[in-house]
């Protein structure tokens, strides 16, 4: 199974206080992805712009849509989908109802952001 997370629908799936420090929750996803990347699986994550600092990583994939707008990443994420050979093999981490209807309707399938959340970053 091959991932691509939502980045901010998963960091805002638990009300943490995220948004006093945007860059340190992305970080803090990438950490949290790397350590758990489920039996080896391949991981990307998708923000809507370049982080700055940049967020770099050995083991996560760290993608970001070609120009920030409104759902930029969102975008992105489906252009991932539709390009990838074997999209059926594709687990989008999100709970943003019209992106998973996009990803689903293009062959993925969709794994809601609270429940990726648990999984890497328990309470």
């Known amino acids: 199974m091959r991932w691509i997370v939502d980045g901010m629908n998963v960091i805002g799936s638990r009300p943490d206080g995220w948004w006093r420090d945007r860059h340190r929750a992305m970080v803090t996803l990438v950490e949290r992805l790397e350590q758990w990347r489920a039996d ?39 252009r991932l989908v539709h390009a990838d050979d074997r999209p ?32 890497i970053d328990p309470r």
Do not use: K, M
């Open 40 to 78: 080896g699986d391949d991981v990307t994550v998708v923000f809507e712009r370049p982080p700055t600092p940049p967020i770099a990583s050995l083991i996560v994939t760290v993608a970001y849509a070609p120009r920030p707008a409104a759902n930029s990443a969102d975008d992105e994420i489906v």
């Open 88 to 119: 059926t093999d594709l687990r989008v981490a999100t709970s943003d109802r019209a992106l998973a209807e996009r990803v689903q309707a293009a062959g993925a399938a969709v794994f809601p952001a609270e429940r990726l959340r648990d999984l």
